[in-house]
């Protein structure tokens, strides 16, 4: 569980507890008046000030709570993406199975990792989806038109990707 989480559980705690003791306070003080119309109006009052204190309490620990889960599942998109780039720097090529495999997830996760890492200007190399190898080469070997896998010509395919027109290989740059 994530601190945010913890934290958002021990704040919503905390109110429900402070606004339970405040109203148990405000009810036992007016029990004893004689006056109803008084003791009504005490005890409501009582309840009210116990909500109004608890409130933000309460608002609090549920935004930490729900923030903390969310910060929880961008962690683990985060720790699924270093070591994708992890695996390939270590062993240079990698097949996209293994990935898979070793991650726990499935091979669209994968791609969508690879693209994200990409974008974010983290993983320069080359993929070939057909023969599903991720491959990690040194920006300098990436230059020209050739592809690195099969030598042939290569086109843009997309905002730093050219794909091969031949063996189907995407560069990142």
Not at 27 to 32: D, L, N, P, Q, V
Not at 92 to 103: A, R
């Amino acid at each position: 569980m994530t601190t945010g989480r913890v934290i958002g559980v021990i704040l919503l705690v905390a109110g429900i507890l402070l606004s339970l003791v405040c109203s148990l306070v405000a009810y036992t003080s007016t029990r004893a008046v004689e006056d109803q119309t008084a003791a009504t109006g005490g005890a409501t009052l009582g309840i009210a000030i116990a909500i109004i204190l608890a409130l933000p309490l309460i608002g609090a620990g549920i935004y930490l709570y729900v923030r903390g889960g969310a910060e929880a599942r961008e962690m683990v998109e985060i720790k699924r993406q270093r070591k994708i780039l992890d695996m390939v720097k270590t062993r240079g090529q990698v097949n996209i199975s293994d990935l898979v495999f070793e991650l726990r997830s499935n091979s669209e996760q994968v791609r969508n990792d690879i693209y994200k890492l990409v974008g974010m200007g983290l993983f320069t190399g080359y993929v070939n989806w057909d023969d599903g190898v991720l491959y990690s080469v040194e920006a300098s070997k990436l230059t020209g038109n050739k592809c690195p896998r099969c030598g042939g010509e290569q086109a843009f395919a997309g905002k730093g990707v050219i794909k091969c027109q031949y063996c189907g290989a995407e560069v990142f740059l």
